[in-house]
């Protein structure tokens, strides 16, 4: 009787225990970036979300013409990914497969900066300046084809449909962007050919080194190509000039310096970022 007393007194014990771990572990969503230690982030994949403001976020944030403005600290985060994939019947028409991202915790883009600019028309114009704005980033299909693209938006510029006084939950901005090269230029393939060093064709067909069949995998090209992206806001918060909302891309995929077609990849996820005046 003795002994199972005891043992409910330890089974009590460490049902408590659990419960203020899970206590503990419920607050810290409370926590505050800020306060956090690089070992609290570290393998944690936090570095690579983005913040999100409450569902009650209903503000607006007014932009005056004449007035200087940037978004700041603007943060992609990436959450679905889709390749356009030909039908294999010619009556049906090609559609976007989503697949699984293989990068880990390195597919977010953020720290990036732009203007706001207030057109004659009355609409926004929001430019993409600099930043941490790509990231390589490989994208796995049901059939196990693997997609490497360059995820970006670098030199984005995007305008508002309508002409609007304020930033709020109905702004979209909508525009392209440019994609670089997902390789360098001095990259070199799995036959030892790049564009600036390596050699020109396949040392093994020295032969065929002019045969059309081989022609775009030996003469690459280092090419920028362009994408487009939609920014919809949903969340504004007034007092501290904060936005946040959701993205959609779609860009051209690698190429592998010219040797492959490229193909069409969507990527949608959500985005945050800070309104400020320079006024």
């Known amino acids: 009787m003795k002994l199972t007393m005891r043992y409910r007194t330890i089974i009590a014990s460490f049902l408590a225990l659990c419960l203020s771990v899970l206590t503990a572990c419920s607050d810290s969503t409370d926590v505050s970036r800020s ?19 409450p569902e ?40 976007f497969i989503e697949g699984k991202l293989l990068t880990r915790y390195t597919s977010s883009l953020d720290q990036i900066q732009g203007t706001i600019d207030s057109n004659e028309d009355g609409t926004l114009t929001f430019t993409e300046i600099d930043g941490i704005d790509f990231q390589p980033a490989t994208v796995l299909l049901p059939g196990g084809k693997e997609v490497p693209f360059l995820f970006t938006i670098k030199q984005y510029i995007g305008t508002t449909q309508f002409k609007a006084d304020s930033i709020n939950t109905s702004t979209d901005f909508e525009g392209e962007f440019n994609v670089p090269s997902y390789r360098g230029q001095v990259f070199l393939d799995p036959k030892g050919r790049s564009l600036a060093s390596g050699y020109d064709n396949a040392v093994a067909l020295p032969g065929r080194a002019d045969d059309p069949q081989f022609a775009k995998a030996n003469v690459k090209e280092f090419v920028s190509r362009k994408g487009k992206m939609s920014l919809n806001v949903t969340k504004v918060d007034g007092e501290t000039g904060e936005i946040a909302g959701v993205f959609e891309s779609e860009q051209p995929s690698a190429t592998d310096l010219g040797a492959e077609e490229p193909e069409e990849v969507k990527v949608r996820g959500i985005f945050y970022g800070r309104v400020e005046s320079n006024a």
């Not at 944690?44 to 983005?50: E, F, L, M, P, R």
Request: charged share 30%; with cysteine.
């Open 56 to 95: 009650s976020s209903r503000g607006t944030i007014n932009i005056e013409p004449g007035k200087s403005y940037t978004i700041q600290d603007l943060c992609l985060e990436p959450r679905e990914y889709f390749v356009k994939e030909e039908p294999v019947s010619k009556r049906q028409k090609a559609e």
């Open 35 to 53: 306060e956090l230690t690089y070992d609290d982030i570290l393998n944690t994949g936090i570095a690579n979300t983005c913040l999100e403001l």
